[in-house]
């Protein structure tokens, strides 16, 4: 079957609402089993509902208040996407896959001969670029450590570490990209 929906990506939300005025998506997309207004309107207008009295009807919600949406969504469906390919590469008709073995409890397991193993130039690789990613973050101000370990380990938004540490989600998003700058020049 295939996907049915693709990414929300914000630049073009805000590039349609820049060129229309609001941009707009089926609440169903968002969340299957609602019931209630058939479309979300995203739009920073705050007379929309006046110009458009059919929008009235609708959720009408800010840009910056959607973004976490469509996020959200966007993790979502990126780990629905990932499992459907797990699943159709180790599962057949039966509910295993050949390459499993089925344990003293009768689970299936990965059998272990058929797993591909990391050659030991591969372990030191990734070793040495562990060494250089922490000597990287050595480097950055404690603010930009923080806040990229937010943004990549904890998988925070902009908006998230903003109000996380009361800033702005400018300020948060230039820290972040500084301290990256950094960074690369060291690789």
Do not use: C, W
């Not at 229309?20 to 920073?44: A, C, M, Q, S």
């Amino acid at each position: 079957m295939g996907r049915i929906y693709k990414n929300i990506v914000m630049e073009d939300v805000l590039d349609i609402i820049r060129k229309r005025g609001f941009y707009y998506i089926r609440t169903k997309v968002l969340y299957p089993d609602f019931i209630g207004p058939e479309y979300i309107i995203v739009t920073d207008d705050t007379d929309i509902a006046k110009k458009h009295p059919k929008m009235a009807r609708m959720i009408i919600i800010a840009p910056d208040k959607f973004e976490a949406m469509a996020e959200e969504y966007n993790r979502y469906f990126g780990n629905e996407d990932r499992e459907k390919h797990r699943e159709s590469k180790y599962h057949i008709d039966e509910g295993y896959s050949e390459e499993t073995i089925e344990d003293e409890n009768g689970e299936h397991q990965l059998n272990p001969l058929d797993m591909e193993l990391t050659p030991v130039e591969d372990a030191v690789e990734m070793n040495e670029l562990k060494d250089i990613l922490s000597k990287a973050m050595e480097d950055l101000t404690p603010h930009q450590k923080e806040r990229i370990k937010k943004y990549y380990y904890q998988q925070m938004t902009y908006d998230e570490i903003a109000a996380s540490e009361n800033v702005g989600k400018m300020t948060a998003y230039r820290s972040i990209r500084a301290g990256i700058s950094k960074m690369r020049k060291l690789f």
